[in-house]
T-cell receptor
């Protein structure tokens, strides 16, 4: 089974702290995504990566950056956390064929609270 | 720009009954895909069913089926013989063929009553 593992299920950080959310997938998938999930807003794409060191901005990239140094790992970075970044963060991956199958594989999510 | 609308924030169904979740979308593209994803409480989101826009036949996966009305831009999910394990948040999603970007709806929370 494909496994997408997010490093932390729950985090509490203070305003201004640097936050790292890590995601690892074990199926050699080319594409990886970071989404933000908020009630009433669904899932919104923050960043997408289609290869090592390659990234594209999603719909809400402001205040976030990403890193993909290895194919299996995709990190989301909040350079200076703010209270409006309190949310659930979902990582997902898919094979490059996935663009036509729609089979995104998700992690369990990281619930971040910024105080 | 493409949009996906789920107008039912919450639905309830009795165990063993049938329920239909609604989804409408807007796009000017002709080649695209539609999906339903399920997010159980505190568990990973998983793909339930997908539909290619060029296929007229509605997709079916066991107790899950869709009613795809391309002209009306409607894509509803029917769950037959509802089970307690079907309780979850359901998201409708759209993707233009050949792109990487999914557009998700706001979700419908389904409660299954014993």
């Amino acid at each position: 089974d494909v496994k997408v593992t997010q490093s932390s299920r729950y985090l509490v950080k203070r305003t201004g702290e640097k936050v790292f959310l890590e995601c690892v997938q074990d199926m050699d998938h080319e594409n990886m995504f970071w989404y933000r999930q908020d009630p009433g807003l669904g899932l919104r794409l923050i960043y997408f990566s289609y290869d090592v060191k390659m990234k594209e901005k999603g719909d809400i990239p402001e205040g976030y950056s990403v890193s993909r140094e290895k194919k299996e790992r995709f990190s989301l970075i909040l350079e200076s956390a703010s209270t409006n970044q309190t949310s659930m963060y979902l990582c997902a991956s898919e094979t490059d064929r996935g663009r036509d199958t729609g089979e995104l594989f998700f992690g369990e999510g990281s619930r971040l609270t910024v105080l | 720009a493409q949009t996906v609308t789920q107008s039912q924030p919450e639905m309830s169904v009795q165990e063993a009954e049938t329920v239909t979740l609604s989804c409408t979308y807007d796009t000017s593209e002709s080649d695209y895909y539609l999906f339903w994803y399920k997010q159980p409480p505190s568990r990973q989101m998983i793909l339930v069913i997908r539909q290619e826009a060029y296929k007229q036949q509605n997709a079916t996966e066991n107790r899950f089926s869709v009613n795809f009305q391309k002209a009306a831009k409607s894509f509803s999910l029917k769950i037959s013989d509802s089970q307690l394990g079907d309780a979850a948040m359901y998201f409708c999603a759209y993707r233009t063929s050949g792109t990487y970007k999914y557009i998700f709806g706001t979700g419908t929370r389904l409660k299954v009553l014993a």
